[in-house]
């Protein structure tokens, strides 16, 4: 629903009574009218996936080529604005735009100051040390129902999206015991691997898939290993995530090193689509098919 403010509550004055009310402004269900939601930037992706899980199109985002080269799914139309760098958008463009709402990463890209004065703005953690992102991720999506009065359609893609997991359990009760490597080629020596405290790791768990990597991660639930660490892992099944870089992974899969590894000798390679590591619920339904695709119904 579209606001427009009486005359005396203009915008300006609006964006003042927000930025001089912490309590007002962190707290997205106490603010004073819904933001238009024709209207909003989100300058991460993963605020991309939540406004999408709504069924909403943000009017504009950031770095929407390296977007289809590292999300690919939900696909953004040709409509959505491209503000620029997710580190570094330009923030006189945006403010041109006269965004009802901003929504980024905490901690990631421009101060919280600087969004504060082009428009309201909410920030999403990844993870905040639990190490349970997909937590994280579903009490940003009703934060984000909450902030545009849609908390019932929050509500409702949770609850689809408990259906869908429990659905897809039975496609992966045969793979018994045989563990799961999930990683991407980072260049010809190194490669990023994924584990704990990941969101594919809650996923994981959640259709009874063992990890294959069980060393070191970082806060972002991965790790990046040399090449040779991968010899480590035997009798598993081993996906490599594409990002456009077939040229990459082709001239590191032909070195003698990379033919010795156990899972290749067995055949337990795939190169598998992109899916977004550090996404919420749509990531992990995308990367749940993908699995499917690679793995589901075989042993």
């Known amino acids: 629903m579209r606001y427009s403010p009486p005359p005396l509550l203009t915008r300006r004055r609006l964006l003042a009574a927000l930025a001089l009310s912490p309590v007002l402004f962190n707290l997205p269900s106490a603010l004073a009218t819904l933001p238009d939601s024709r209207r909003i930037i989100a300058l991460e992706w993963l605020p991309i996936e939540l406004l999408m899980a709504l069924g909403i199109t943000p009017m504009a985002a950031a770095d929407l080529p390296n977007y289809q080269v590292w999300v690919n799914e939900p696909k953004l139309p040709d409509s959505v604005i491209d503000v620029g760098l997710r580190t570094e958008p330009n923030l006189e463009f945006m403010a041109q735009l006269k965004p009802s709402l901003i929504l980024y990463s905490a901690g990631y890209g421009p101060s919280e100051e600087k969004i504060k004065r082009i428009a309201p703005g909410i920030g999403f953690p990844f993870n905040d040390g639990s190490g349970k992102p997909l937590d994280v991720a579903r009490r940003s999506l009703m934060t984000l129902g909450e902030a545009l009065g849609m908390q019932h359609m929050a509500q409702h893609h949770l609850n689809e999206f408990d259906v869908f997991i429990e659905s897809m359990k039975p496609r992966f009760a045969g793979r018994g015991q045989r563990p799961l490597l999930l990683m991407a080629f980072i260049d010809n020596r190194h490669v990023l691997v994924v584990g704990k405290h990941s969101l594919f790791q809650q996923v994981m768990d959640l259709l009874g898939l063992e990890n294959a990597w069980q060393g070191e ?18 009798g598993a099944d081993v996906l490599c995530l594409e990002h456009n870089n077939n040229a990459m992974i082709q001239q590191a899969t032909s070195t003698p090193l990379w033919l010795a590894m156990p899972f290749v000798r067995e055949a337990r390679f795939q190169r598998i689509p992109a899916v977004w590591l550090y996404g919420a619920t749509l990531s992990a339904m995308h990367f749940t098919h993908v699995l499917d695709k690679a793995l589901g119904g075989r042993a």
């Open 217 to 234: 991660t970082n806060f972002w639930g991965t790790a990046i290993v040399g090449i040779e660490r991968l010899a480590e892992i035997k």
